[in-house]
C-alpha cells in the first residue's frame, strides 16, 4: 500500500524538484569538498588463478535522500519518489565509485568504467548532451582527480586497456559508463537486453554506448540456484553475470564462484549490505518492488553458501575485500560445474573468451 502524502506535501515536493532543476548544478551548491587522495587499485588473491582488483575510479556526491529514503518516505509511490529525493538539498560527501577488474586465467574481466573528470561537458554526454547532459549536473556531482582515471587504474594493476577483452556494464547510469571512451576498440562490452529498452526519466546514457559491434547482450541460459538464470563468462565456469533488476531493471551483477563461496559485484543493487539487510531504499530505483526482490535474493544466496555482495558506491569496499577469507588453507577445489555447449555460451558453444 503505497504512502500517500498530503496533498500539501506532495506540492512541496513537486516545488522542491522544479526549484532544483530550475537552481544551480550540484556542484555550485557549495564548494567541492576536497577530492579524497588517490588510492591505488587494491587485489586481493581469490585462489583458482583469479585476481580480483578494486579500482577506485572518480568520485560522486549524492543528496542523502538519494542514497537512503527515510522511512516514513520509503513506500510513496513510484511517480512521487523522484521529486521526495529532488526536494532535498542536503548531501552527501564524495562517495566511492568503483570499477572492478577480474585477472582470470582465461582473461581480463572489467566491470563498469567508473566516473570521470569530464562530467558535466558536452563531449561526456555525447548524443544525451542536450537532454542527460543538463538534467544530471542536477541531480548529481561527479569528477575524477588527476591519474584518477580508468586507464591510469588500469595501469597500475600492471595490465593495458588492450589487454580488456571484456567490460560488463551493471546499467548505464553516468558514473559507470563515465569512461566507456576510453576502453579499446578491441574491448567488447556487455549489457543486459533490459537496459537497452527505453524507458522515461531512467537516467540511462544510452546514446553514450559504442555503435560500432563491441556491445553484446547478456544470453542467460544457466539455472544457478537463488540468483536465477545466468551467463557463464568463462569455459570453466567459474564467473556469471546475473540479472538484479530495481535500479534499473536492466541492472546486472557479476559472480565469482570460488566453489565453497564466492562474490557478487553488484554495483548499484544497493549502496551497502544495511540497505540490503534492512529493505532501505534509495531515492533513485526504476522499480521498488524489483529492488526489494533484488534485496531478497542477495539475502538468500548467503544461505546457499558464504557469499560477499560488493556495491560500487559502498566506503567499506576497502575494508570487506581486505577481510574476505580467501581460504589458502583449504584445498582450492574447482567448481563442481562443468558447462556443456548446451549451455549456449555465445560464440559457438565457447565460453565469451
Ligand atoms: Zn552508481
Given at each position: 500500500m503505497?504512502n500517500?502524502?498530503?496533498?500539501?506535501?506532495?506540492?512541496?515536493h513537486v516545488?522542491?524538484m522544479?526549484?532544483?532543476?530550475?537552481g544551480?548544478?550540484v556542484?555550485?551548491?557549495?564548494p567541492r569538498?576536497?577530492?579524497?587522495l588517490?588510492a591505488?587499485?587494491?587485489?586481493?588473491?581469490?585462489g583458482?588463478?583469479?585476481?580480483?582488483?578494486?579500482?577506485?575510479v572518480g568520485?560522486?556526491?549524492?543528496?542523502?535522500?538519494?542514497r537512503?529514503?527515510?522511512?516514513?518516505?520509503a513506500d510513496?509511490?513510484?511517480k512521487?519518489?523522484?521529486?521526495?529525493?529532488m526536494?532535498?538539498?542536503r548531501l552527501t560527501g564524495?562517495?566511492d565509485c568503483t570499477?572492478?577488474?577480474?585477472?582470470?586465467p582465461?582473461?581480463?574481466i572489467?566491470?563498469?568504467?567508473g566516473?570521470s573528470a569530464?562530467?558535466?561537458?558536452?563531449?561526456?554526454f555525447?548524443g544525451d548532451?542536450?537532454s542527460?547532459?543538463?538534467?544530471y549536473?542536477k541531480?548529481?556531482d561527479a569528477?575524477a582527480a588527476?591519474a584518477?582515471?580508468?586507464?591510469?587504474?588500469v595501469a597500475?594493476?600492471?595490465h593495458?586497456?588492450?589487454?580488456?577483452?571484456l567490460?560488463?556494464?551493471?546499467?548505464?547510469?553516468?558514473d559507470?559508463?563515465g569512461?566507456?571512451?576510453t576502453?579499446?576498440?578491441?574491448?567488447?562490452?556487455?549489457?543486459?537486453?533490459?537496459?537497452?529498452?527505453p524507458r522515461a526519466?531512467s537516467?540511462?546514457l544510452?546514446?553514450?554506448?559504442?555503435q560500432?559491434g563491441?556491445?553484446?547482450q547478456t544470453?542467460?541460459?544457466?539455472?544457478?540456484g537463488?540468483?536465477g538464470t545466468?551467463?557463464?563468462?568463462?569455459?570453466?565456469g567459474?564467473?556469471f553475470v546475473a540479472?538484479?533488476?530495481?535500479?534499473?531493471m536492466?541492472?546486472?551483477s557479476?559472480?565469482?564462484?570460488?566453489?565453497?563461496?564466492?562474490?557478487i559485484i553488484?554495483?548499484?543493487?544497493?549502496?551497502?549490505?544495511v540497505?540490503v539487510?534492512?529493505?532501505?531504499?534509495?531515492?533513485i530505483v526504476e522499480?521498488?518492488?524489483?529492488?526489494?526482490?533484488?534485496?531478497?535474493?542477495l539475502?538468500?544466496a548467503?544461505?546457499e553458501?558464504?557469499?560477499l555482495?560488493?556495491f560500487?558506491?559502498?566506503?567499506?569496499?576497502?575494508?570487506?575485500l581486505?577481510?574476505?577469507e580467501t581460504?589458502?588453507d583449504?584445498p582450492?577445489?574447482?567448481?563442481?560445474?562443468t558447462?556443456?555447449?548446451?549451455?549456449n555460451?555465445?560464440?559457438?558453444?565457447?565460453a565469451?573468451?
Amino acid at each position: 500500500m503505497p504512502n500517500t502524502l498530503s496533498l500539501p506535501r506532495r506540492l512541496s515536493h513537486v516545488a522542491g524538484m522544479i526549484a532544483a532543476f530550475i537552481g544551480p548544478t550540484v556542484a555550485k551548491w557549495s564548494p567541492r569538498p576536497a577530492l579524497p587522495l588517490v588510492a591505488g587499485p587494491q587485489s586481493v588473491h581469490l585462489g583458482n588463478g583469479i585476481t580480483l582488483w578494486r579500482l577506485p575510479v572518480g568520485v560522486v556526491r549524492v543528496r542523502e535522500r538519494h542514497r537512503a529514503l527515510p522511512q516514513e518516505l520509503a513506500d510513496v509511490d513510484e511517480k512521487l519518489r523522484f521529486p521526495v529525493m529532488m526536494s532535498d538539498r542536503r548531501l552527501t560527501g564524495w562517495l566511492d565509485c568503483t570499477a572492478w577488474l577480474i585477472d582470470h586465467p582465461e582473461g581480463l574481466i572489467l566491470i563498469d568504467t567508473g566516473e570521470s573528470a569530464s562530467f558535466g561537458t558536452a563531449e561526456y554526454f555525447g548524443g544525451d548532451a542536450k537532454s542527460m547532459g543538463k538534467i544530471y549536473p542536477k541531480i548529481i556531482d561527479a569528477t575524477a582527480a588527476p591519474a584518477n582515471d580508468l586507464p591510469a587504474m588500469v595501469a597500475a594493476t600492471g595490465h593495458d586497456m588492450s589487454q580488456i577483452g571484456l567490460c560488463v556494464l551493471t546499467h548505464t547510469h553516468c558514473d559507470h559508463v563515465g569512461n566507456l571512451a576510453t576502453l579499446s576498440p578491441s574491448t567488447r562490452i556487455l549489457i543486459s537486453p533490459e537496459e537497452l529498452v527505453p524507458r522515461a526519466q531512467s537516467g540511462r546514457l544510452l546514446a553514450k554506448l559504442p555503435q560500432d559491434g563491441r556491445l553484446q547482450q547478456t544470453q542467460r541460459s544457466l539455472p544457478y540456484g537463488v540468483l536465477g538464470t545466468v551467463m557463464p563468462l568463462t569455459t570453466r565456469g567459474d564467473v556469471f553475470v546475473a540479472p538484479t533488476p530495481g535500479h534499473t531493471m536492466g541492472h546486472q551483477s557479476v559472480i565469482i564462484d570460488l566453489g565453497h563461496q564466492r562474490i557478487i559485484i553488484a554495483g548499484d543493487a544497493a549502496f551497502d549490505d544495511v540497505q540490503v539487510a534492512k529493505g532501505v531504499i534509495p531515492g533513485i530505483v526504476e522499480d521498488r518492488a524489483a529492488t526489494l526482490a533484488t534485496y531478497d535474493m542477495l539475502t538468500r544466496a548467503k544461505d546457499e553458501k558464504p557469499t560477499l555482495s560488493l556495491f560500487t558506491h559502498d566506503p567499506a569496499n576497502f575494508t570487506k575485500l581486505a577481510g574476505f577469507e580467501t581460504g589458502r588453507d583449504r584445498p582450492r577445489l574447482p567448481p563442481r560445474r562443468t558447462l556443456s555447449p548446451a549451455d549456449n555460451l555465445g560464440h559457438g558453444g565457447l565460453a565469451i573468451f
